[in-house]
């Protein structure tokens, strides 16, 4: 699985890319053309700061399960980032597991309840 990083903080990306590569049959890579132009079906792990809500909304438009991280999350940002089809919105603070139940699980809209 093609995981794709929107992360300015090189700190916070290295951490991210840690997480996703431990996971067996996963890569890592910046956010690559065709998730911008073309289909994608990939996994997208954005930023707040790195990814507004209309590039969230072309991402999901173009088959790309996007992923919320927010480091002041406010519920007016979920709703308008949950509305434009983003898969999770989640605290910066959350932990290993919970990420990788929301890049590696079930997607939401397969009925399953996303983590908080």
């Known amino acids: 699985m093609d995981v794709h990083l929107l992360v300015k903080n090189p700190d916070l990306r ?16 910046g956010l ?7 289909t994608c079906g990939h996994v ?6 790195g990814c507004s ?3 969230c909304r072309r991402l999901v ?20 980032y949950m509305d434009a089809g983003a898969s999770d919105y989640l605290p910066m603070g959350t932990n290993e597991e919970q990420l990788r139940g929301a890049v590696f699980g ?7 309840p996303a983590m908080r």
């Open 14 to 29: 290295g951490a991210l890319s840690s997480i996703v590569l431990s996971e067996e049959g996963a890569c890592v890579d």
């Open 32 to 38: 690559r053309p065709e998730c911008v132009t073309g």
């Open 44 to 49: 997208v792990v954005a930023t707040v700061s």
């Open 53 to 55: 809500v209309r590039q």
């Open 61 to 80: 438009e173009r088959g790309a399960r996007v992923i919320l991280l927010a480091a002041l999350p406010t519920e007016a940002e979920r709703r308008d």
């Open 106 to 112: 079930p997607r939401r809209d397969e009925g399953v």
